[in-house]
């Protein structure tokens, strides 16, 4: 009789559970790595303020954009840079698009006169050239 195992009812619903658990994991890691991916490829908007000649300039780069499709407003105090991106892959015959809506706002480090800046954006470079006040 030391070969009887007492059966425990929870133990296969607690199997059941892990075994969900990890077919839910591998889904939504799949689902996240995709999404997280189509972020990525939409925001690489990394913002650069420095001071030259008295001017505040912003630089940045803004991957995979169409002039027409950016919108940018210069406050006094900070830059708001919004727009949509478009990423256009080929595999073979197929075609595959993604777009993408960015929203990126960047508080100065001074006041700046926002009638006299000038904006500039060409390649996928954005170049923001404001006077300080």
Not at 121 to 129: N, P, Q
Request: hydrophobic residues 40%; aromatic residues 10%; glycine residues 6%.
């Amino acid at each position: 009789m030391a070969d009887l195992v007492k059966w425990d009812p929870f133990q296969d619903m607690t199997g059941f559970f892990d075994e969900l658990d990890k077919l839910f994991t591998h889904f939504m890691k799949s689902f996240s790595e995709e999404l997280y991916s189509a972020q990525l490829a939409g925001n690489k908007m990394n913002l650069q303020v420095k001071e030259v000649d008295g001017d505040l300039v912003i630089t940045g780069d803004i991957p995979n954009s169409v002039k027409d499709n950016i919108d940018v407003v210069v406050r006094q105090d900070s830059v708001v840079i919004s727009g949509e991106n478009m990423l256009q892959k080929e595999k073979g015959e197929q075609k595959e698009y993604q777009w993408s809506k960015f929203t990126r706002a960047c508080t100065l480090p001074a006041r700046v006169n926002s009638e006299k800046a000038r904006i500039d954006f060409k390649d996928g470079k954005l170049i923001i050239r404001a006077p300080k006040v």
